[in-house]
């Protein structure tokens, strides 16, 4: 186990409607990601966060938005579901140094279906 | 915009028999990752490889990152049943934060 728990595990919405995933991180790290993989996919980069603030973004739209704690946990919205927005949300977790990040530790993913 | 392409996208084995995946781009990368994941999982970071030429061996799995650090592949030794997941390389680039730009995934099936 890597220590980065995710919530909820499954979640239903409906087109339009909104929705907030959860990340803890492993102790010790301050810097989250968060990546949506699409089914026979890859993830896709969605943002990063660092010390409360987004530290790098992904191709997506406004409707994706986050937020990070001062305990480094983290959220990530998204308003007016389409859906598109099915997808495996995953959260990663690490921590920054000199010249980057260290590697990155995935949580188990929160899977979203949009009907 | 970096784009890693991986291939195969999907790969179907007896047990025992040897494999290679691919995992190639125009782009140079500071670092290139293979994860492994289970269904229901996240991925699983396998090795990392940082220097181009370089080779990493864990197990009967065989890394290479490519001489100019846009390629990298996995080799599988006689492959067993327990190695069946999606198989997943990822670039990072310590200029970007260290985002994470991943292939497409190869689904590795292995049957006894």
């Known amino acids: 186990e890597t220590g980065v728990t995710q919530s909820p595990t499954h979640l239903i919405k409906t087109r339009g409607q909104q929705v907030t995933l959860r990340c803890s991180s492993q102790s010790g790290h301050n810097t989250v990601s968060w990546y949506q993989q699409a089914l026979g996919q890859g993830p896709q980069f969605i943002f990063q966060y660092y010390r409360e603030e987004e530290n790098g973004r992904g191709n997506f739209p406004p409707r994706f938005s986050g937020l990070q704690f001062p305990n480094y946990s983290s959220e990530l919205n998204v308003n007016a579901l389409e859906l598109d927005d099915s997808a495996l949300y995953l959260c990663?977790?690490?921590?920054?140094?000199?010249?980057?990040?260290?590697?990155?530790?995935f949580g188990p993913g929160t899977r979203l279906t949009v009907l | 915009t970096q784009l890693l392409e991986q291939s195969p996208q999907f790969l179907s084995i007896q047990e025992g028999e040897n494999l290679t995946v691919y995992c190639n781009s125009s782009?140079?990368?500071?670092?290139l990752q293979w994860y492994r994941q289970e269904p229901g999982e996240g991925p699983v970071l396998l090795v990392t490889?940082?220097?181009?030429?370089e080779v990493k061996k864990l197990k009967r799995l065989t890394f290479q990152f490519g001489d100019a650090r846009k390629d990298s592949s996995l080799h599988i030794t006689a492959a067993q049943p327990g190695d069946t997941g999606l198989y997943l390389c990822?670039?990072?680039?310590?200029?970007?934060?260290?985002?994470?730009?991943f292939g497409g995934g190869t689904r590795l099936m292995v049957k006894p």
């Open positions: 782009s140079v990368f500071s670092s």
């Open positions: 990663a977790s690490t921590r920054a140094i000199a010249g980057g990040t260290d590697t990155q530790y």
């Open positions: 990822a670039g990072a680039n310590n200029n970007a934060g260290n985002m994470l730009t």
């Open positions: 490889v940082v220097t181009g030429g």
